[in-house]
Structures are given as C-alpha cells and as structure tokens.
C-alpha cells in the first residue's frame, strides 16, 4: 500500500491544522493506522493510533485532549485533526499503516508509511 500525507503547514500557537492520509493500492480497511512526528534531532514518536474499525483510538499522553484521529475506509484516508497547538507539536508527522488490525506503539509494526508532512507551530 501507499500511502501519501497531506495539510501540514506553519500555524501560530492555539491554532489548528488538519492532516489527511490517502491510501492507494491495497485497501487499508482492515488495519489499524497510525500517526507519528518527529521533531529535529529526536526519534520518530508515536502520536495516535485508531483501530480497522475505527471503534477504538489511543493518543500519546502529549496530544490527548488536543488531537483526534478518525478514519473513512470507504474513502481509504486516515485523518489528524490536530487543535490548540503548540510549539512543541512541531515536526514532521508521517502516517502508517500497521500489520494488524489493532493499535500498536512502536513504529516496527507498521510496515508501510507515508512520505512525511510538516508541521510548524510559531509562538
């Protein structure tokens, strides 16, 4: 599968962005997918994460409460809403698909990833 990420910019601190994940190849509907970020000079950290049916989501303690992640399997696109942002938030978020159906943390169980989109929050 392929997967290409989109809707990262540069955003002042409080404000929002809304990132999209669109699969092509072979359907992603029956895999949990996830967001990652990695900032400059740290290691790629898992953000989000939503199950194949989409009835079951886990957020990184760092973005709960600011970020949802949601999926539409009939559109094949994953998406990060992310609200009240922070300087802190900024990096490059990569979107994946994982090997199961269910939620995993680290990155070595997702086996196909997106290109990377970034995030910049000005303070």
């Known amino acids: 599968v392929q997967l290409q990420a989109s809707g990262g910019g540069l955003v002042q601190a409080g404000g929002s962005l809304r990132l999209s994940c669109a699969a092509s190849g072979r359907s992603t509907s029956n895999y949990a997918m996830g967001w990652f970020r990695q900032a400059p000079g740290k290691e790629r950290e898992f953000v989000a994460g939503i199950n194949w049916s989409a009835g079951r989501t886990y957020y990184a303690d760092s973005v709960n409460g600011r970020f949802t992640i949601s999926r539409d399997n009939a559109k094949k696109t994953v998406y990060l809403q992310m609200n009240s942002l922070k300087p802190e938030d900024t990096a490059v978020y990569y979107c994946?698909?994982?090997?199961?159906?269910?939620?995993?943390?680290?990155?070595?169980?997702?086996?196909?990833w997106g290109q990377g989109t970034l995030v910049t929050v000005s303070s």
């Open positions: 994946a698909a994982g090997r199961s159906a269910y939620i995993q943390f680290g990155s070595a169980n997702y086996g196909s």
